[in-house]
């Protein structure tokens, strides 16, 4: 008589739905989220970032392929000084070299000696910059006593010291004296950054739970420094070719290899501003000059993941001009 009694009355009572969520949580449940990671590190697409891009790509494209579909830089059975033509698109020197040809060469040598330099710089400025920054004491102070002595030396006066010492000289050798006498600017900032960002919690944290320095370093402070490391790399890549440029100029570049710079040093031995070849010196230093501008592009791209405040530049501006032409208008 109980059971049927209760059966009936639960049958009987009504059936309570479930507590709807507030709108709000619902929006933050059903919202899709935001990209992260490492997407969330790359350079926002912009115009000066399709053109620095587009800049780079195109030069490296041409050392690459240059040197495949060129004649042989060295070949002087040319005729001599000879202006651009269908047969020489860019002319010959005073030696009867295309010049075309040791253009492609020489970007190919250029690109080689900026990344092997940029690469040894940035390595560098990991070891006495992060490192600096993350141990603190006194091994901090002895890293950054051997920066600020970098730092106070001429990086390209020390280089062509160096390089008086070596009378046969490669690319690889103009490579190391450049990389090592370029990289205390980067490391007196990634020491700055590296002591901000080991006070902050997840790096305490690592610190409780046992992890060893070198991989607090690697996993919990490196990611946070990436955009940073990569405008360091490219501003030490334009530093080393305008370097290379300029030693090969001043006659202490590589001596195995052809570069723009030792293409300028042979136009300015060979009296090619004083004939009117512009066309032995005019081309690689409009390839330097658009390197440059390329990679200072991209590197102003890299500038608005590491300072907020870039982001929000280009929009702020395109409000106020709105607003002044409306009030323009109106008025």
């Known amino acids: 008589m109980s059971e049927t009694t209760t059966t009936a009355t639960a049958a009987a009572a009504p059936t309570t739905s479930p507590t709807p969520l507030p709108p709000d949580t619902v929006a933050l449940v059903t919202q899709r989220r935001a990209k992260g990671g490492f997407r969330a590190m790359l350079p926002r ?5 399709i053109v620095g891009v587009s800049l780079v790509g195109a030069i490296v494209l041409f050392g ?22 269908a047969e020489h698109l860019l002319g010959t020197s005073k030696l009867g070299y295309d010049v075309l040809a040791q253009l492609a060469h020489g970007t190919q040598g250029s ?6 330099a940029g690469a040894i710089a940035i390595v560098l400025s990991l070891f006495f910059g992060i490192l600096a920054g993350y141990v603190g004491g006194w091994r901090d102070e002895i890293l950054s006593l051997v920066t600020n002595i970098m730092l106070v030396i ?42 901000s960002l080991r006070s902050r919690d997840y790096v305490y944290a690592a610190k409780v739970a046992g992890e060893r320095s070198f991989r607090v370093i690697l996993v919990e402070i490196m990611p946070n420094l990436l955009p940073l490391l990569a405008a360091q790399f490219l501003f030490a890549i334009i530093f080393a070719i305008l370097g290379e440029a300029g030693l090969s100029y001043l006659g202490l570049g590589a001596t195995d290899s052809i570069t723009w710079g030792t293409i300028l040093n042979d136009a300015q031995s060979g009296q090619a501003l004083g004939t009117g070849a512009w066309w032995w010196f005019v081309p690689p230093g409009v390839l330097i000059a658009l390197l440059g501008c390329g990679l200072s592009l991209i590197n102003f791209s890299i500038d608005e993941i590491i300072n907020p405040k870039l982001r929000g530049a280009p929009e702020a501006a395109r409000r106020v001009r709105k607003a002044a032409k409306t009030k323009g208008v109106t008025a």
């Open 154 to 195: 001429p990086g390209l006066p020390l280089a062509m010291v160096i390089a008086t010492y070596f009378s046969s000289r490669s690319w690889v050798l103009v490579a190391v004296v450049l990389g090592i006498t370029s990289w205390a600017g980067s490391a007196v900032v990634l020491r700055t950054q590296a002591r």
């Open 45 to 49: 697409s912009s115009a000066k970032l």
């Open 111 to 116: 690109l080689l000696i900026g990344i092997t």
């Open 64 to 85: 690459i392929l240059g040197p495949l579909l060129t004649q042989n830089p060295r070949d002087s059975q040319n005729p001599a000084l000879e202006p651009p033509s």
